[in-house]
């Protein structure tokens, strides 16, 4: 498949069978290939087919995403998640994916490729979601897991699965920004394989969420994708799944990208008020765990996903984001406090004029409602209602 890493600002490349996240130069390392020849009626006789790599919404478009010839991937099988409509959008739910979030798109991708690489063990800094990810699928291929938590800033369904599938939990005493320089610094001393965003190959089995999003659609693309942005890894992701689909000729247009950042932890929705001159960093704090990061390390990868796709960055506040959840939960559908971030920017970018109501829109919620248990409680306050054990307490609290 002639498979490379490739550099998005020098333009050098490395093969794939090294171990590298980063270029001499310092930029970011992008998987790169051939023009895909595979396309849309291959993948949607996948998407019938009982095969078990076929079964996985992401191994579906292996063309795209890694060439493993005959080898199994490490698969839980992820993907294949639902696409509701509600409120004049789209949701495109990536918390059902097997550990509730939509990072084992990427995780199968980066462990399969660690266990090519002969990699014993593997870490990550997380908030919780991708911590939960790692360890499930690193269990799944027998690889020691070591993950990074910032202490007494992750939901407790979060470390429950963490801890369940088998990770050894380090909690650094800072921020999630300090617990990925520790990581960083920790992968290439002890020679552990990083698997978070900055490992290129997470970001190709993320780009499915836009593939099969397409695919949900019939390959009509829509005018909007909107994503919660905190490490900026999705949108990254979603630019080069965007660019390639639209190379390959699988969409007639380009689809616009909204980014939407908690007002807490908005340093890219700062850098995009300046058009990207500057870039900002900040101590982040928001209701919003999953994207509470406030250094996000694909910062360079999410300006080019914006300008590729003329797109917009946005913010919204605690509030906004929880009003958001509510009606979400409320229509049936439940996700995290980051997910709501989305619909809580489209009614924004609605208000403002920069969207509109006929156009197809589709909110990504990254997070399925029970990776953050206590969120969902606070949100729906005041609907538990304590009653006297009589049929009269009954009928006086139902009204």
């Not at 490739?6 to 998987?31: F, H, N, T, W």
């Not at 290129?200 to 993320?206: A, D, L, S, T, V």
């Not at 206590?374 to 729906?380: I, Y």
């Amino acid at each position: 498949m002639n498979e490379k890493l490739v550099c998005a600002q020098c333009a050098a490349s490395y093969p794939v069978s090294v171990v590298r996240y980063e270029c001499d130069c310092g930029g970011l390392l992008a998987v790169e290939r051939e023009p895909i020849t595979a396309g849309p009626a291959i993948f949607d006789e996948r998407r019938a087919s009982r095969r078990g790599i076929d079964a996985s919404g992401v191994w579906r478009f292996r063309e795209g995403v890694l060439f493993i010839g005959n080898d199994l991937p490490v698969s839980h099988p992820e993907g294949d998640t639902r696409l509701y409509e509600r409120f004049g959008v789209f949701f495109k739910h990536e918390g059902e994916n097997p550990t509730g979030s939509f990072k084992d798109r990427g995780m199968t991708v980066a462990v399969t490729q660690a266990v090519r690489l002969g990699a014993r063990a593997v870490a990550c800094a997380s908030t919780g979601n991708t911590s939960a990810s790692l360890a499930a699928y690193a269990a799944q291929a027998n690889l020691k897991s070591v993950v990074f938590i910032p202490a007494g800033k992750i939901s407790a369904g979060k470390l429950g699965q963490t801890l369940a599938y088998g990770a050894t939990c380090l909690e650094v005493r800072g921020d999630f920004d300090s617990a990925m320089r520790l990581v960083r610094e920790a992968s290439t001393s002890l020679g552990i394989y990083l698997v978070n965003s900055i490992n290129p190959f997470r970001i190709e089995g993320q780009k499915t969420i836009v593939w099969e999003l397409l695919q949900d659609l019939r390959w009509k693309a829509p005018d909007w994708i909107v994503i919660p942005a905190g490490n900026l890894g999705n949108t990254g992701a979603f630019g080069k799944a965007l660019r390639e689909a639209h190379a390959a000729g699988w969409i007639a247009k380009m689809p616009r990208l909204a980014a939407i950042q908690a007002a807490g932890a908005n340093p890219f929705y700062q850098s995009y008020r300046q058009q990207f001159a500057s870039r900002f960093r900040v101590a982040a704090e928001t209701i919003a765990t999953a994207i509470r990061i406030g250094d996000p390390v694909s910062h360079d990868r999410a300006i080019a996903a914006i300008r590729l796709t003329n797109g917009v960055v946005e913010q919204v506040t605690d509030d906004e984001i929880l009003a958001a959840k509510r009606e979400i939960d409320g229509a049936g559908i439940g996700c995290e406090p980051a997910s709501a971030t989305t619909w809580a920017g489209v009614k924004k970018l609605r208000a403002a004029g920069v969207m509109r109501e006929n156009e197809t829109t589709v909110c990504v919620l990254t997070g399925h409602i029970l990776k953050d248990a206590e969120a969902a409680v606070r949100s729906a306050s005041g609907r538990t209602i304590a009653i006297e054990p009589t049929l009269a307490a009954v009928e006086k609290a139902l009204g």
